[in-house]
């Protein structure tokens, strides 16, 4: 099909054939005219087949035509970041796009003005339960990544606001956007919708298994590989000696940087190069520098790179863009970075297929996963074909790679909504939203779910009641005869977005603060909810943790844990070890002694520190309700776990551009207040450690009228290096990427 023949406004045609679109892929052809009817579509397809065409081109006619508004929905941060791009493609017809994925005690009422919403599930879910007015605009859904609705912390979510949207107006066009799924007529009787499936794709991908010098395909070719000793190395050398680009996926996060040092002075022959002081600050860390991003660093200078969750959301983004140009060509990775991120490669290696699990050894992980690894493989415009490759460790692996992963369809999708862990934050929500008002009501809407059409239920009335009981005892909701209201406590939690059995743990230690409370007691108790991570104590932790364990004993403000109980009792000392990163962090322990001191990446300590500060946020607002007076201990707390600091920085670090070691500079150096930026010599503000000249003006002119308004709280580190990445690629100032590439984003996938 010819873009000229889609039925749209003519203007988006012309946009598209600007961008070096003129001929749609057969499976965009197939999926197109459903989408563009305003019928609900279930598109599967391959990675790097067009989904994201099938989802673009109906959401701006929506937008153009209809006059309504769109609402897409994405599993992650990063995709939200990269659909709002392509989007923007559009703007010149007027199309207004934002994002939103942040605050989640938030109705976001900005998002009234814009056309299309791009957000992820948990966003759109606490909207709704806000009651943001836009969303009764919405005429077009588009899920993207739907299959992921099989993934237990996301799926429910998603499931649950797909169900909610449909339920709210039954006009609503849905687009679901998948990978390709043995079950996706499953998924399309839920929906109501048509199916449009294809397993094309416009570059060849071959899986296939490496054993004994060859890689043999699921096309039975087979293809030698030099021989050294070392088969992993082996198979990168032979793609980048290509031309081509490599990605390995591990199971561990010590193996991505184990892999990517051990390779990197082989690679310094390929893709060695110098960095800039900009680049070098972004891997190693602008201000404070740890050991894992000089690591990462020395790995880029060579043309290697890892890419794991310890790393902040700054590296993890210098990675991505610098393998997107070809500055990197091989990134060692776990698995995470396969979740549909546009980042393909020439050849994928799959190093292993079992992962350690707690309480299970090493098990087995998901065709589906394995799948999504593989379908990274390909790059459209750039590869001639892509190659999988699982690597067999003997005859008999080799055996079971082929036959249970390469030769294997990909599980079939099941909900993980029926488990009451996960059901009471979603049956809190629905009540609070007034989408059920009785039992009978929650259980009929979850007739209505992906669950409910896809099993018999058994049991969920009695699950149903067992959650009911609960938010009831806790006084989160009150029965009335058969009905069942919100109350206070219960509308407060469900707006905060917060586990209510985190709620309960939080009220029940707020009762217990008083001015004696240690700040550790209160963050211990944070960190004791269900909605933080906690992290496992290791052989070097357990001195320091049984320390505090015996000063504070009588102090905590949780229930003590049962020493006689292994399992509760290490679930305590790994609640306990965030609690004790988080009062390093606010007594500005250096990142990097952190990292060292408790075996963890900078990554860990940023998502802990993010995670703290929204349940801080969230026991203040509980104190509120159940002992105002607690506050004074827990305000202050949340505004140094936010920024990292002692109290006496917390003048300079509202500052922008400033972060806890530029404060502690400044501190250090007379500098303590707004008025003693003003007051200070430009010349020395800017010769101070890590200031500078463009800083030193941006402090002056900061202090100079902020007397006149009030200042919003600055954005986190992801927030503002995410904004400042679009403004820089909106702006055209992309180094190093042709126009060929932008081209082909917003076609391929």
Not at 61 to 81: E, F, M, N, Q, W
Not at 209 to 229: A, C, H, R
Not at 233 to 262: H, P, Y
């Amino acid at each position: 099909m010819n873009v000229a023949d889609i039925d749209v406004d003519k203007r988006v045609r012309d946009i598209l054939i600007k961008e070096g679109i003129a001929e749609l892929y057969p499976s965009q052809a197939e999926a197109m005219p459903i989408a563009i009817s305003g019928r609900n579509l279930i598109a599967a397809m391959p990675t790097a087949s067009g989904k994201s065409l099938v989802g673009y081109i109906p959401a701006v006619d929506t937008v153009l035509r209809k006059k309504g508004k769109v609402l897409y929905i994405v599993p992650l941060k990063a995709l939200a970041s990269e659909k709002k791009d392509d989007l923007d493609k559009f703007s010149e017809l007027g199309v207004k796009v934002m994002m939103s994925t942040g605050d989640l005690d938030s109705d976001d009422g900005r998002l009234s003005d814009s056309d299309i919403i791009v957000a992820t599930s948990e966003k759109v879910d606490s909207m709704m339960r806000h009651g943001s007015k836009w969303i009764d605009e919405v005429r077009l859904v588009i899920a993207d990544e739907i299959h992921l609705i099989h993934d237990p912390g996301r799926g429910p979510t998603l499931e649950v606001i797909l169900t909610k949207l449909m339920l709210k107006n039954r006009d609503t066009q849905f687009i679901a956007l998948s990978a390709t799924i043995s079950n996706a007529v499953d998924l399309a009787q839920w929906l109501s919708a048509e199916l449009a499936i294809s397993d094309w794709r416009p570059t060849l991908l071959k899986e296939g298994v490496y054993y004994n010098g060859e890689i043999t395909f699921d096309d039975f070719s087979s293809l030698e590989v030099p021989q050294s000793k070392d088969n992993i190395w082996d198979m990168i050398e032979q793609v980048v000696k290509e031309g081509g680009q490599c990605m390995v996926f591990v199971n561990t996060r010590r193996s991505t940087e184990s892999l990517a040092v051990k390779y990197s002075e082989k690679m310094k022959a390929f893709a060695g190069r110098e960095l800039s002081e900009k680049e070098i600050d972004a891997l190693e860390g602008d201000a404070e520098t740890t050991s894992v991003g000089k690591k990462l660093s020395a790995c880029v200078k060579c043309g290697m790179a890892f890419h794991n969750a310890g790393l902040t959301y700054k590296q993890r983004k210098y990675v991505e863009d610098n393998f997107r140009n070809g500055s990197i060509k091989c990134i060692v990775a776990t698995p995470t970075l396969a979740a549909g991120i546009n980042l393909p490669a020439r050849r994928v290696i799959v190093r292993d297929t079992y992962r350690f699990e707690s309480n299970a050894g090493n098990v087995p992980i998901s065709v589906m996963e394995v799948k999504q690894m593989c379908g990274r493989a390909g790059r459209p415009g750039y590869d001639p074909y892509g190659e999988a490759v699982l690597v067999g460790k003997s005859y008999n692996d080799y055996e079971h790679l082929m036959e249970d992963y390469v030769m294997h369809d990909t599980e079939r999708l099941t909900s993980k909504l029926g488990n009451e862990a996960v059901l009471r934050n979603h049956i809190l929500g629905l009540i609070a939203t007034g989408d059920a008002y009785s039992e009978d009501g929650i259980v009929g809407f979850m007739h209505r779910t992906f669950f409910g059409n896809t099993s018999q239920m058994y049991g969920i009335e009695s699950v149903v009641e067992s959650v009911v009981d609960f938010l009831e005892k806790e006084g989160m909701i009150k029965r009335e005869g058969s009905l069942l209201r919100i109350l206070p406590f219960g509308k407060r939690i469900s707006d905060l977005y917060i586990d209510p059995k985190s709620a309960v743990i939080l009220r029940d230690a707020v009762k217990k603060i008083d001015e004696s409370t240690a700040d550790l007691m209160i963050l211990h108790a944070a960190a004791s909810t269900p909605d933080v991570l906690g992290l496992f104590p290791k052989k070097g932790d357990l001195d320091r943790l049984s320390g505090l364990e015996i000063e504070y004993e009588g102090d905590f403000l949780t229930e003590p844990a049962d020493e006689d109980d292994e399992f509760m009792h290490e679930n305590f000392l790994s609640d306990l070890k965030v609690a004790v990163l988080i009062d390093d962090w606010i007594n500005e322990v250096s990142e990097e002694d952190i990292t060292i001191s408790m075996g963890i990446g900078p990554g860990d300590i940023r998502s802990r520190v993010d995670m703290c500060d929204w349940l801080l946020y969230s026991m203040n607002e509980v104190a509120y309700i159940f002992k105002p007076e607690a506050t004074r201990k827990i305000k202050p707390l949340l505004t140094r776990v936010r920024y990292g600091v002692k109290g006496e920085l917390l003048g300079l670090v509202s500052f922008r551009g400033v972060g806890r070691v530029r404060a502690r500079t400044l501190y250090d150096s007379g500098i303590c207040s707004r008025s003693d930026v003003i007051s200070a010599d430009f010349e020395s503000l800017s010769k101070m450690p890590k200031i500078g000249p463009a800083l030193a003006k941006s402090l002056k002119a900061q202090a100079g009228g902020a007397s006149e308004k009030i200042e919003p709280p600055p954005m986190s580190e992801e927030e503002e290096y995410m904004l400042e990445k679009m403004a820089e690629e909106y702006s055209g100032e992309r180094s190093g990427q042709p126009d060929a590439q932008k081209q082909s984003r917003i076609l391929d996938y």
